[in-house]
């Protein structure tokens, strides 16, 4: 049996250990301009204080332009950033092929001994973006009021299918004529409880729960 084939058979549970333990891998998807990067930003800094020996890689269509954004930000080591550009609708290369993402995240494995954690930014993509199990280890979708309180109703695989669902820039509700707290219960209902977290990116609100859910969840599971 092809070792693809063997991974298609398994348990969900038993999906993201297939690969070789290595550093923990979280994806970070969502449509454009929801505030990827910016998390991605807000992310980096707050795991470093926490002592997480960490590196990024980020996926646009034909350019490196997240990635420079980030190596330039000072935030991070410019060498602990990675740059995939996928040439294609951005979830080919997180979820039918992740093939230049897995390399990726290997390469930074091998040149940062020790390394425990790799943030994987998708590119801007839609509903129905979702990241294979053979990259990541849990994943984020963020979505942002901007784009309306109906978002959650739609049930995008993204949406339905992450392990932390994140609403960005809670602030605009007002200006943009977004029912904040019906937004919020519609997507508890439609991810069946699943965490939902609300953030504003721009100033960090909301950003140490994010960190804390990915902590608890995939971090301190790892050193036990």
């Known amino acids: 049996m092809k070792i693809e084939n063997a991974i298609a058979t398994m348990p969900d549970q038993d999906l993201a250990s297939a690969r070789p333990l290595g550093s ?19 992310l980096v800094p707050r795991f470093i204080e926490r002592g997480i020996n960490l590196a990024v890689i980020t996926n646009d269509l034909v350019t490196q332009e997240d990635a420079e954004r980030v190596r ?16 294609a609708c951005p ?8 093939t230049l993402n897995l390399q990726a995240a290997d390469e930074l ?7 425990e954690l790799v943030l994987i930014e998708s590119g ?57 707290p019906r937004m919020a219960e519609e997507a508890v209902q439609v991810r069946n409880g699943r965490p939902v977290l609300m953030t504003n990116c721009a100033i960090g609100d909301g950003v140490d729960q994010v ?14």
């Open 124 to 180: 801007g993509d839609n509903l129905a973006s979702s990241f294979s199990l053979d990259l990541v280890d849990y994943w984020i979708f963020v979505i942002d009021v901007a784009g309306g309180d109906d978002i959650p109703r739609k049930r995008g695989l993204g949406v339905l299918s992450c392990d932390l669902l994140i609403i960005n820039k809670f602030d605009l509700a007002p200006y943009v004529n977004v029912n904040l």
């Open 72 to 87: 330039r930000s000072g935030l991070i080591a410019p060498e602990r950033v990675l740059a995939v550009e996928t040439g």
């Open 211 to 224: 960190v804390d859910a990915i902590t608890r969840e995939l971090l301190f599971a790892r050193s036990v």
């Open 91 to 98: 979830h080919t290369a997180i979820r039918e092929d992740p």
């Open 24 to 42: 923990a891998r979280v994806g970070i998807g969502g449509p454009v301009g929801s505030g990827k990067t910016r998390l991605l930003e807000q």
């Open 109 to 115: 494995d091998a040149r940062f001994p020790g390394l």
